[in-house]
């Protein structure tokens, strides 16, 4: 198996499984680098979330809704997602 694959496979294996912290992975670096904000606590500011303990009672269609309104993507599962692969990979 080539490096690369190796590696690919190796970073694969450490994806999340089941409830994560998406303070983990929306980091600051991410952030910065695919939005127009700087820290978590921006993004949530902007979202009108006051806490990250607020995240549980927002629907999913209200918190896409939030998220297409104040980035370029489509919904949070979407920057979830890039946001994921953005620290496996940089």
Known sequence: MSQNLKDISSKAE????GNI????????????NKTSFSTLEELLTALAIKSIDEWDSISKDELD??????????????MLAEAIAYKLFN
């Open 65 to 78: 809704k939030r998220i297409r309104e104040n980035t370029s993507y489509n919904s949070f599962e979407d």
């Open 14 to 17: 450490s994806l999340p499984t």
């Open 21 to 32: 912290s998406i303070a983990e992975y929306l980091t600051d670096k991410f952030l910065t």
